[in-house]
């Protein structure tokens, strides 16, 4: 990946990047060949600290502390809650209503792992969520979260039963395909298959909202990548 064109706003103390998806955060555990954004991060700034995570396929915004003093700053202010967390993204079918908050507690599935379930007896997770525009076999959704629980949209969308689209962990990891949105969908002649809008999972980390060491207020935007906006484009015109 060329950095530059995925940085969003630098300061001395802070970098904000817009991760691609399919991109790990921090190096796997098992497999070190995986490039990881950290790393990328490290070569270009030298020191560099993480100070919050995505999940590989979730593409958006995520801020690197750039010293010491920055990174427990920032490391406090995401861990008291004082960090907005904006999501877009696409589920299947309508959630009803469509406005509304998901509190449920969040613990590691007892025999998968990787996976998440909810649970009483989990950790307190908080997601507001919102229907910006509903095409019945999708929505696009926002979604605004309180706590920093792993996978805790994803998790908390399969409870609501509109797990997100492309979503194999939670969902089904089928492709969005056009000819699922269009009526009269014809393949061209000469191609034999048809190629995907969307086979990656529908979630992007849209908004920070946070104010830097010195009390100065920062909102910061990604916007829809290419990706999740072709299948909102095609869902528009096919209505």
Known sequence: MRLEEHILLETPDFVVVNKPSGMLTLPDRHDNELTSLIAVMKKAYGEIFTVHRLDRDTSGIILFARNEAAHKYFSQLFESRDVEKYYLGLVHGVPTPEKGSVNE???????????????????????????????????????????????????????????????????????????????KFKLGKHTEEERPLLSRLALHAAMLVFKDPSGKAYTVEAPLPKDINAVVTQLRKNR
């Open 105 to 183: 507690g969040i613990m590691e599935h007892p025999v998968q792992k990787g996976k998440m379930v909810t649970n009483r007896k989990g950790k307190a997770s908080l997601t507001d969520y919102e229907v910006l525009e509903s095409f019945g076999l999708y929505s696009l959704m926002k979604w605004r979260i309180h706590t920093g629980r792993t996978h805790q949209i994803r998790v908390h969308m399969k409870h609501l039963g509109h797990p997100i689209a492309v979503d194999e962990l939670y969902g089904s990891p089928q492709p969005v395909l056009l000819s699922s949105i269009k009526k």
